[in-house]
């Protein structure tokens, strides 16, 4: 008798230590996968921030895979999609091969979580399905051919097929964020206002505009170079069953330490929850305590969440 109570105790202990083991744990984050490697903004630190911010979560696995220079053989770059949950898009350069293209594709129609950030949204204007899977776009020839305008007049969608380049922003600046959505997983909980540090807002971005949930806009100032329209600037896209976040705000400062509008909470916090999202459908995460205000900026200068 004594011996099988012996052997339910060691069996009970193994349980227990298995059920807190660091391999365990570690095959419940969700797997993330970041493409970078090109682009007309800073991605060499752009990149690692996004790294930095996920994986410090504690709720990523986060590889990285980065294209060849521009000009390079694209043939060598072949991203295995379906092993991630989501994939962070951080890439805007030279097209991918044929093969890679089919491949996302299958990956984004099986329903595969997908992070559009910021200039991304500025990449493969000519490709069809891509310029539907981003929604709204900017720059790299887009015009009226490209797709309507999306603005908000008086807090309601409006499509303008008029003529024009699509994408611009005026001058960094900080800024306030209105919510859209306040019962969408991520945004439920957050303050309906808050600020934004210094950042671009971009505007005038055309395409399909197949927005399915319009979460925050902002108001780009004209005084400041911007469109003088209430603009998209974080929102999911209506694209089959796939999970698509698409979020125009954190260009990228000159390093790790001087990235005012990567270090916001209010960026991180929504990067976060809206690849969780993506990856899943749904938001764990609870609302943070260091999120901005409506009068505050606050940051995370590590790119650490408040509970590390």
């Known amino acids: 008798m004594q011996r099988t109570y012996k052997i339910l105790f060691a069996l009970v202990a193994?349980?227990?230590?298995?059920?807190f083991s660091p391999v365990l744990a570690r095959s419940k984050r969700m797997k993330a996968l970041i493409i970078?490697?090109?682009n007309n903004h800073n991605w060499p630190v752009s990149h690692r921030v996004l790294r930095l911010i996920l994986a410090q979560s504690d709720l990523f696995e986060v590889d990285t895979l980065l294209t060849p220079a521009k000009g390079g053989d694209m043939s060598k770059f072949n991203p295995e999609f379906e092993d991630y949950d989501v994939v962070v898009l951080d890439y805007n350069g030279d097209r991918w091969s044929q093969s890679t293209d089919e491949k996302f594709l299958r990956y984004v129609k099986r329903g595969g979580g997908v992070v559009v950030y910021h200039a991304a949204d500025n990449a493969f204007a000519e490709w069809e399905e891509f310029n539907k899977i981003i929604a709204l776009g900017g720059w790299e020839g887009r015009n009226e051919r490209s797709g309507p305008y999306y603005y908000l007049i008086n807090g309601i969608g409006v499509l303008d097929n008029g003529p024009g380049p699509g994408g611009s922003h005026g001058a960094q600046r900080n800024y306030p964020m209105h919510c859209r959505n306040a019962k969408h997983p991520i945004t439920r909980g957050l303050p309906d206002n808050w600020m934004h540090?210094?950042?671009?807002?971009y505007d005038r971005m055309r395409g399909p505009a197949n927005i399915k949930d319009l979460l925050y806009s902002g108001y780009a100032d004209p005084k400041t170079g911007g469109s003088g329209r209430e603009e998209p600037l974080i929102f999911t896209v209506d694209y089959g069953k796939a999970r698509i976040f698409?979020?125009?705000?954190?260009h990228c400062g000159p390093t790790l330490a001087d990235n005012p509008a990567m270090q916001c909470a209010g960026f991180q916090t929504l990067l976060l929850r809206g690849t969780e999202w993506a990856a899943t459908g749904k938001v764990k995460q609870p609302v943070p305590s260091d999120f901005p205000t409506d009068k505050e900026r606050r940051f995370r200068m590590g790119y650490m969440p408040p509970h590390k």
């Open 36 to 38: 970078s490697g090109q």
């Open 14 to 19: 193994i349980c227990i230590a298995t059920s």
């Open 197 to 201: 540090a210094q950042d671009e807002m």
């Open 246 to 250: 698409h979020i125009m705000l954190g």
